[in-house]
């Protein structure tokens, strides 16, 4: 075989594994896209009230991006949930403090849970001070329960596939 030929095949291969690369990367965005079509929050004011709108994903449901005392998360909103739920690896990385335990009842049984405390969570141009949250370690997932002790301070007008937020 010529060199010639050599870097031909080298090439070829270079170029067909770039090629992979970039499919895998333009697939990765299109599904995260799918999960949380919401990664860009926009919000407006409207007379004393900031209105979000929120669009579901694919599942049905309303998955956002916010933060967490000024760090980035991204939330699911469940109103089936009493407190901002939080995993224990996202907990960890927020350097929130465990507090008090208690025992909570999921679509997947009872866990374990421990009391915390937020300064503030932000979604699009609300933010909200002082929440209550749990951190709960059976979560696997990086992605936090918008519960109860923020959901009740907002009003939620669910219209088709868009969920208008008041606050």
Request: aromatic residues 8%.
């Amino acid at each position: 075989m010529s060199s010639t030929q050599g870097f031909g095949k080298t090439f070829s291969f270079i170029a067909w594994g770039l090629a992979l690369a970039l499919l895998v990367w333009f697939f990765q965005d299109k599904l995260e896209q799918q999960f949380n079509p919401n990664q860009e929050v926009m919000s407006q004011r409207v007379g004393d009230q900031t209105v979000v709108e929120l669009t579901q994903n694919r599942m049905g449901h309303y998955v956002v991006d916010g933060e967490i005392n000024g760090q980035r998360v991204t939330f699911l909103l469940d109103t089936g949930a009493t407190l901002v739920a939080i995993p224990q690896q996202v907990a960890d990385r927020l350097g929130l403090v465990r507090g008090r335990q208690g025992i909570s009842a999921t679509a997947n049984g009872r866990v374990i849970t421990y009391r915390t405390h937020l300064n503030s969570l932000t979604l699009g141009g609300i933010t909200l001070n002082n929440v209550d949250a749990s951190i709960t370690p059976g979560l696997e997932e990086d992605v936090i329960l918008l519960g109860m002790s923020a959901l009740k301070q907002m009003e939620l007008i669910q219209k088709g596939d868009t969920l208008t937020i008041k606050y």
